[in-house]
């Protein structure tokens, strides 16, 4: 049984908006969600930039006993995922009554870990750790914390694939669903934004330190760029079948037609062209869609020197012909992490649904790879009917999927 | 600290752990039905006690305390004896 996937409900919470009505406006505006924190620099970072986001309170709108178990990225999982089921029109009578699964990007969650430890060394009592820690530490804790409030009845686990774990995971719910294994898998990424988890990887230099002016640290595919800005939040996307869309009456947003993943096989951090040109093309084959068929890019490229040299040479491989525009979104949020792969995709449906390419701020002039894109530097009036978005990671795990306007 | 300070002090420090109505609390009324504790709220409640009163209930004294004037009798003889 193959089924068509399509994509049913949306929902965000990230440094350039709480919801999808903020975050569409300032994708429009090209608003950073970047800013400077001096607690970083005071704690022995090299860089103290990173993405802002607003707390949120979730005292009042969710039991205690759901709230001790949730680590700030599982917060901002929740509010995106009550979104995202509130505008598929998904309430808890069908939750209850229905095998939704849950497959959510994650790759850690250090500061509970951290904070734990603390505690212990102070205490030396592991009693005095409370509940909630065990279920805010685990990598899975998005997922036994999501299935647990909403009461999911289906396919339930973490999908870990460092910065393509969002993507992934919507990769995966598709697998289940076009195999007629799921009818609605809630999918997405999360990613914490605090010093604790982010020490480790300052240590590699992979940082801006453009720190005088933080909205224009990330500059994705320009000649100047010196590194990402660490971010997150979370972003949730209802997948289901085109059968059970229609059944319900449900809002459907657009299909997911393609899926493609490779690894590199090569360095932990350093990307290949061939691996992403392999991901890319399989995406292309698995959507049964040309290159001159897809009208926007929305590139993984996280404005470090390296990586966005590898992407920019892999996309002009393939699209060197027909210069299809690209942008990363990046240049706004920063580096979503495990997030990315998931709200690159709401980034991109808000830019197919209103008819728009979010530009690529930041961007001065091109190095010799990114000027053989076609860079959206300011944003673009336009319609997009397909849109393809990439997301790789450490270890050389490489994630590409694509999504069009449904037809009917 | 007097009984009624202690009292109140762990009235004020229950009400906010575990959100539930103030009203709700009286010496007569069952600790666990009326907080709604679960096996995991207890290990919060011996947080909550430890972090504010500076003794650790042990699991075990748990079995003995049923209604809020058996938790506050308790309290109060580990205040007195940790002073």
Redesign the interface.
Same mark, same amino acid.
């Given at each position: 049984m193959i089924n068509r996937v399509v994509i049913t409900g949306l929902g965000v919470y990230s440094t350039i908006g709480k919801n999808l009505e903020e975050v569409r406006n300032s994708l429009y505006a090209g608003k950073s969600g970047i800013g400077f924190d001096q607690e970083r620099k005071e704690f022995g970072f090299r860089s103290g930039l990173t993405g802002v986001i607003e707390k949120p309170i979730l005292k009042g709108q969710l039991d205690r006993r759901l709230r001790v178990g949730l680590p700030e990225q599982g917060e901002y999982a929740f509010l995106a995922t009550q979104e995202a089921l509130a505008n598929a029109r998904i309430d808890m009578d069908f939750l209850e009554a229905n095998d939704v699964g849950i497959l959510y990007g994650n790759d850690s969650s250090a500061k509970p870990v951290i904070e734990a430890t603390d505690t212990l060394r102070a205490k030396r009592d592991t009693m005095l750790l409370g509940s909630g820690s065990v279920f805010q530490s685990m990598n899975s804790t998005v997922t036994m914390n999501l299935s647990t409030i909403f009461k999911l009845k289906g396919i339930n686990f973490t999908i870990s694939g460092a910065c393509a774990s969002g993507s992934h995971s919507i990769g995966m719910g598709y697998f289940l669903i076009k195999h007629g294994l799921q009818q609605q898998v809630i999918c997405g990424g999360a990613q914490e934004l605090n010093m604790y988890s982010m020490g480790s990887f300052d240590a590699l230099s992979a940082f801006s330190t453009k720190e005088s002016n933080p909205i224009t640290a990330s500059k994705p595919f320009d000649k100047n760029r010196d590194g990402l800005v660490p971010s997150g939040g979370a972003a949730t996307v209802i997948l289901e079948s085109y059968e059970s869309a229609i059944k319900r009456g449900a809002p459907i947003l657009a299909e997911l037609v393609g899926y493609g993943f490779s690894s590199n096989g090569s360095h932990i951090s350093q990307p290949s062209v061939d691996g992403l040109v392999k991901s890319m093309e399989m995406a292309m084959r698995d959507a049964g869609l040309t290159n001159a068929e897809i009208d926007y890019i929305n590139a993984h490229a996280t404005s470090t020197p390296v990586g966005d040299g590898f992407e920019a040479r892999a996309i002009d491989k393939l699209f060197s012909d027909v210069k299809t525009p690209v942008s990363s979104t990046k240049s706004m949020t920063g580096h979503e992490c495990w997030m990315a792969g998931a709200s690159e995709i709401v980034y991109s449906m808000l830019m197919l649904q209103n008819s728009f390419i979010a530009p690529n701020i930041n961007f001065e002039s091109p190095d010799d790879d990114s000027a053989k894109l076609n860079l959206a530097t300011k944003t673009i009036d336009k319609n997009i009917d397909v849109f393809l978005s990439n997301s790789f990671g450490f270890g050389g795990t490489n994630s590409s999927l694509i999504v069009r306007k449904i037809k009917k | 600290m007097t009984e009624a300070e202690l009292i109140e002090k762990v009235n004020d420090l229950l009400v906010e /752990?575990?959100?539930v109505d103030r009203a709700a609390i009286s010496p007569d009324a069952v600790l666990k039905d009326t907080l709604g504790l679960?096996s995991?709220?207890y290990?919060?409640l011996?947080?909550v006690i /430890?972090?504010n009163f500076g003794f650790?209930v042990k699991p075990e004294d748990f079995m003995g305390i049923v209604t809020f004037q058996d938790f506050y009798s308790y309290a109060l003889k580990r205040v007195t004896e940790k002073v």
């Open positions: - | /752990e575990f959100e679960d995991l709220d290990v919060d011996v947080v /430890e972090s650790k």
